[in-house]
C-alpha cells in the first residue's frame, strides 16, 4: 500500500472514528472536516469520494490485521496463544476505548446499504480474517492441542462470530467487561 500524507492518514484515523460511533451513513466529509480542521475540498484531494475514502480505509485496516497475524506468529508459541493474543488484543481495546469495535464488523452490519465496492472490501477483510483464524485452528489440530468438533473452517467462523458478536454485545450493555464474560471459554472448550 502507498503511503499517505499525515493530512490522508487524519482523514482516515477520523473517518474510522465516525463509522465505530455512526457507521457508513452516520458521518459526511463537512464531519471529517470539522474535526480535522480542513477544507471538504482537501478531503476531496484526498479521497474524491466517500466510497474511496472508506475503500481505502478498510483496506488499511485489513493490512494492519494481516501484519498483526504475522506478529503474532512469530511472538506466540503455538496456536491456542495464538488465538488468545487475539482476543486479549480486543478486549484490551474495549477497555481502553481504543478502538472499540471491528470497523469491519460494523460495516457488515449494513451491507444491504453499502456501495458495492465497499462491500467487496468487506467481505475481503473477513475472508482474510477467517482464512487465518482457519490455519490457527488447523493447526492446533494436527498438533493435538485442539479437539475440534467441527471443521477448523466452521470452528474458525464460530470463533470470529463470537467475538464479534461480544463485542455487540458489550457495546449493546456498555459494559466492556461482557466482552471478557462471553469469550472467556472459547479456548476451554476446544481443549475438552
Known amino acids: 500500500m502507498t503511503n499517505l500524507s499525515s493530512t490522508a492518514d487524519d482523514i482516515l484515523a477520523c ?21 480535522v480542521g480542513i477544507r471538504k475540498a482537501s478531503i476531496h484531494h484526498h479521497f474524491p469520494s466517500k466510497v474511496d475514502l472508506v475503500r481505502v480505509l478498510v483496506n488499511r485496516y485489513r493490512e494492519d490485521a494481516r501484519a498483526g497475524f504475522v506478529a503474532l506468529e512469530r511472538t506466540a508459541p503455538g496456536p491456542r496463544e495464538q488465538l488468545a493474543s487475539y482476543v486479549g488484543y480486543w478486549e484490551r481495546c474495549l477497555m481502553d476505548a481504543s478502538a472499540p469495535f471491528c470497523v469491519c464488523a460494523l460495516l457488515a452490519s449494513e451491507l444491504p446499504a453499502l456501495p458495492a465496492e465497499v462491500a467487496a472490501e468487506v467481505r475481503y477483510h ?14 492446533g489440530a494436527k498438533s493435538g492441542v485442539f479437539q475440534l468438533a467441527n471443521t477448523p473452517q466452521v470452528e474458525a467462523e464460530t470463533f470470529m462470530a463470537t467475538v464479534h458478536g461480544a463485542m455487540l454485545s458489550a457495546r ?4 466492556p467487561k461482557v466482552f471478557g464474560l462471553i469469550t472467556a471459554s472459547l479456548l476451554d472448550k476446544l481443549s475438552d
Open 15 to 35: 473517518a474510522r472514528s465516525l463509522i465505530i460511533s455512526g457507521g457508513y451513513n452516520g458521518f459526511s466529509y463537512a464531519d471529517i472536516a470539522a474535526v
Open 126 to 139: 473477513f475472508e482474510t480474517l477467517s482464512a487465518w483464524l482457519t490455519s490457527a485452528f488447523d493447526r
Open 172 to 175: 449493546a450493555y456498555d459494559d
